[in-house]
């Protein structure tokens, strides 16, 4: 089973700030004038100190000129912020050879701008940055000044200890700036995830006014239908029942009284459920959340029973509230085995005195190794590049789907794994498991159980 792992993040969310760079250029430019300052006159160590306040006014002047001409909440293109990390790297190198090189114990903020790169920058951009940042640690092993240090005295370092601080400077260089892209491409996945759930609930909110605007409609509409209504019966019954008229009458009466009837239903509160319809137990549950699969070239298996070699004497068939997240998260899963099936389908649903199973299993080709560990994560799918072009285009495709039906499963008390069946059997299984005290009855705040409904009812 192929995986894709692409994502959907937007461009603007790899830009980075302007006031964020500048800020950190500030913080740099007042760490080097310190340094240079306290070395100079506290220290009393002479070196070319202009030279190095020449290199450090360049960078107060390019952050005057960024801040005239740019206001400061722009967002910098991916090309334009690299030349400025780019900018840093130089400048930092420059102060370098003039202070030391390789020897200055400030070496490693050479590696700040690569870092900067990896939490906001693509990999490409990250990659020229840091193989520029590497030629410049060359540069300073082999050229530089020397060491600025006490006056009478000489310092230097071992050149198999300058060798050990390049490969240590190379080291956190590629770690770090590994590490820091992860994370933030990770962050950035559950932002935008997390927006895709924001973007349901904001779906259901527009829905909930939709119902408000029914009920006034339908306020507004049962005085003048009610007149129509009585008006009509009136003129039926001072007319005879064989006149033309009369029969156009009693059309009119019947329409208006349907009418009504749909104005009723407009304004029936959606709470008031039948409660023999809100109580189910798990075996209907299984039935109800399978049934829309049923029509297809898959077939499916249904299996419920008490779980074998238990005592089940008192284990009798557990009950639930019916709740729209768990219908929703469970039929994502069977949808999933459907969709990779190759011609059947089983659900075992089984019990004890305190545990409750629900097992999804399919003959299709299972789950490839590097998915088990990533899938449920947002923009993980097993849907292949073909099955995508097929979305609707509302998110479909991209991972959310499973990522949204584990989240609501698992706040409805349930825990999830994932494994596959080997020969001479093959395929995926999907086991979702409850303690029978979360179970049943579901403890669900009411909010919860709103947002389960939102996620069911467009997702």
Known sequence: MAIDTQHPIQKNSRQLKLQSLMRLR?????????????VTWLLDIRFNWIVCLALISVSV??????????????????EFAMWLLIYDVVSIGALLYMTGGIQNPFIFLIIAPSIISATTLSLRNTAIISVLTVFTVVLLFAFHEPLPWFTGEKFGTPLPYQTAVFASILASLLYIAAAANILSVEARQMSAALAAADNVLAREQQLSA??????????????????????????MRALPEDEEVAQDLKLINSQAERCREILTKLTRS???????????TLSELVEEV???????????????????????ENASEPECDRCPGVSYGLGNLIENAVDFAEGVVTISASWTEED???????????????????????????????????????????????FIAKTLLERAGASLTLANRYQPEHGAVIRVTWKRSKFEPMDIPPHVSEQYQAASTTA
Do not use: C
């Open 26 to 38: 500030w913080l740099a430019i007042t760490g080097q004038l310190l340094t240079v300052l306290i």
């Open 61 to 78: 002047m390019l952050n005057v000129v960024l801040r005239l001409y740019f206001p400061a909440r722009t967002r910098l293109s991916p």
């Open 210 to 235: 939709l119902d408000g605007l029914a009920a006034a409609a339908a306020h507004e509409l049962g005085t003048p239908l009610g007149t129509i209504y009585v008006t009509t019966r009136e003129l």
């Open 270 to 280: 959606p709470g008031k459920t039948d409660q023999l319809l809100k109580k189910l």
């Open 290 to 312: 399978a049934e829309p699969y049923r029509h297809g070239e898959t077939s499916i298996r249904i299996l419920t029973e008490p779980l074998r070699g238990e005592d089940v």
């Open 356 to 402: 409750i199973s629900i097992v999804i299993s399919d003959d299709g080709p299972g789950f490839s190794n590097e998915i088990l560990d990533n899938l449920g994560e947002p923009f993980v799918t097993t849907r292949s590049a073909n099955r995508q072009d097929m979305a609707t285009g509302d998110g479909s495709g991209l991972g959310l789907g499973f």
